[in-house]
C-alpha cells in the first residue's frame, strides 16, 4: 500500500508569492491534515479536511488555505508569502474517525527568500 | 499553543542502554500517539494508545496510556543505532478531534 505522498518536495519562492502544495492519501484514507514544522514552534496544526470539507482549522491567519478534491487528494495554498512561513509543511492522512492515527508523508520544505 | 510537555528535550545515551521518555498535560487526552522522525523524512507511527491504563509494545517499544489521561511515556530497551532520531507524542483532547503535538525528543547513541 503507498503510503502518503507530497510534492514537491523542496520549493524556494521569494517574499510576496503564492505557492500551492499538494498531498496524495493513503488509499482509502478520507481524512487530510496539515502541520508546519519549525525548529522553534514544533508541530503546529494548520487545518484538517475531511470529504471535501474544512472539518478542523488551527490558528493560522487566511493567507493559509486549503482544499480536498473528490479523490480525497488535497492541497494547500499560501498567498503572500512572508520570510516566517520557511518551514517543513507536512501532510497526514487517516480514516478519519475520532481516535483514527494519523500517517504522515515526507513533507515540503518550503524557503522564503 | 502548545498544549503537551515532552521531556526530556534531548538524550545521549550509549548503545545497549535503556531510554524512557515522557510527557504531560493538564488536559485529559482521549488518544495518545508515539511518533519517530528522522531527518529529510515525516514522522512515523510507532505506537498508539486508546484507553487510560493501556500499555502497548512494539518490539523493543513500549508505551504506556497514564490511568490519569494526562500523561503517556515511551520505553525503549537495549538501544541501537537505528533508534537515532526525534520522538514526538502527540495526543487528542477531549472533545477535539486535532492531534497536538510535544516538543519532541532527540536521542542521541554514542558509539
Known amino acids: 500500500k503507498a503510503g502518503v505522498t507530497q510534492t514537491p518536495r523542496y520549493l524556494i519562492k521569494t517574499r510576496g508569492q503564492q505557492v500551492t502544495l499538494s498531498c496524495s492519501p493513503i488509499s482509502g484514507h478520507r481524512s487530510v491534515s496539515w502541520y508546519q514544522q519549525t525548529p522553534g514552534q514544533g508541530l503546529q496544526f494548520l487545518f484538517e479536511y475531511f470529504s471535501e470539507t474544512q472539518r478542523n482549522k488551527g490558528n493560522f491567519p487566511g493567507r493559509f488555505s486549503g482544499r480536498q478534491f473528490s479523490n480525497s487528494r488535497s492541497e494547500m495554498n499560501v498567498s503572500t508569502l512572508e520570510l516566517g512561513d520557511s518551514a517543513l509543511y507536512l501532510c497526514?492522512?487517516?480514516?478519519?474517525?475520532?481516535?483514527?492515527?494519523?500517517?504522515f508523508g515526507n513533507g515540503t520544505r518550503l524557503t522564503v527568500t | 499553543g502548545q498544549q503537551l510537555n515532552q521531556s526530556p528535550q534531548s538524550m545521549f545515551i550509549q548503545e545497549g542502554e535503556d531510554v524512557s521518555m515522557n510527557c504531560t498535560s493538564s488536559?485529559?487526552?482521549?488518544?495518545w500517539l508515539w511518533y519517530k522522525q528522522d531527518p529529510g523524512e515525516g514522522p512515523v507511527l510507532l505506537i498508539a494508545?486508546?484507553?487510560?491504563?493501556e500499555l502497548t509494545s512494539n518490539g523493543r517499544l513500549t508505551a504506556q496510556f497514564g490511568i490519569t489521561r494526562k500523561d503517556s511515556f515511551l520505553n525503549i530497551s537495549a538501544s541501537i543505532p537505528s533508534d537515532v532520531g526525534i520522538y514526538f507524542c502527540?495526543?487528542?483532547?477531549?472533545?477535539?478531534?486535532?492531534?497536538?503535538f510535544g516538543q519532541g525528543t532527540r536521542l542521541t547513541i554514542n558509539p
Open positions: 488536559s485529559i487526552f482521549n488518544t
Open positions: 497526514a492522512s487517516s480514516l478519519g474517525g475520532p481516535n483514527s492515527p494519523l500517517h
Open positions: 494508545l486508546y484507553k487510560a491504563g
Open positions: 502527540a495526543g487528542t483532547i477531549q472533545g477535539a478531534q486535532k492531534l497536538v
